[in-house]
């Protein structure tokens, strides 16, 4: 079954920093890879998603991922973070059943 | 817009009374799920409807039952909770499709006193 492991509990950056949460999956076959936020007492909300292709994908709010098969990785990076952007992270996978397994989640804290 | 809606968006209950929640959605998505969330943990799945073929965990508790009356709607029906099921209880829907987005709603917190 497929499994996600996000290293980091929780983590604080100013503001105008970047930004990278680290993501490891655990999957034999190409997993389908999602980026989640989640704002307190909120949804989750998509950031953005991995399927097939480019392995460098663009998603929303100026976040972007890297699917790295070799290391079995798929982090989302920013390159200046901003004070909206607190909130937690979840990195989640799926086969092809849709069966969504997420990871224990990042919580980020922005620095003024 | 289309989306996923949840009502109520905050739920009190007092242990052991039967409690309702709901969900709907106008993505006209095959596919409904309901999670679990406690504080600072990830989203736990409980089950999700494949149309109208259900779906249970194998460790969700008998206390937690689901009905999906048409494609819109679905609801989450806990028999009698305890304090523990205190939690945020959000849907999610997708489509068939392998490896589809789900799309969630902003869920709704159950207080169990």
């Known amino acids: 079954a497929q499994s996600v492991t996000q290293p980091d509990i929780h983590i604080t950056v100013s503001e105008g920093a970047s930004l990278e949460l680290r993501c490891n999956y655990s999957y034999g076959a190409t997993p389908y890879l999602f980026w989640y936020v989640q704002s307190p007492g909120q949804g989750l909300q998509l950031l953005l998603k991995y399927f097939s292709g480019d392995t460098l994908v663009q998603g929303i709010k100026g976040f972007e991922a890297e699917f790295k098969r070799s290391q079995s990785s798929f982090n989302l990076r920013k390159p200046s973070v901003h004070w909206s952007d607190a909130a937690e992270y979840f990195c989640?996978?799926?086969?092809?059943?849709?069966?969504?397994?997420f990871g224990a989640g990042t919580r980020l804290t922005v620095k003024p | 817009d289309a989306m996923v809606i949840q009502n109520p968006r905050y739920q009190v209950t007092q242990f052991g009374k039967p409690v309702t929640l709901s969900c709907s959605q106008t993505l006209n998505h095959n596919v409904m799920y309901w999670y679990q969330q406690k504080s600072s943990q990830a989203p736990k799945l409980l089950f999700h409807?494949?149309?109208?073929?259900?779906?249970n965990e194998a460790d969700t508790p008998d206390n937690f039952q689901s009905r999906r009356p048409n494609t819109s709607f679905c609801f989450l029906d806990i028999r009698s909770p305890g304090l523990g099921d205190a939690a945020m209880y959000l849907c999610?829907?997708?489509?068939?499709?392998?490896?589809?987005?789900?799309?969630f709603g902003p869920g709704t917190r159950l207080l169990v006193l």
């Open positions: 409807y494949y149309d109208k073929d259900f779906n």
């Open positions: 989640a996978v799926t086969a092809y059943n849709n069966d969504m397994r």
């Open positions: 999610a829907t997708s489509s068939l499709l392998a490896g589809e987005t789900q799309y």
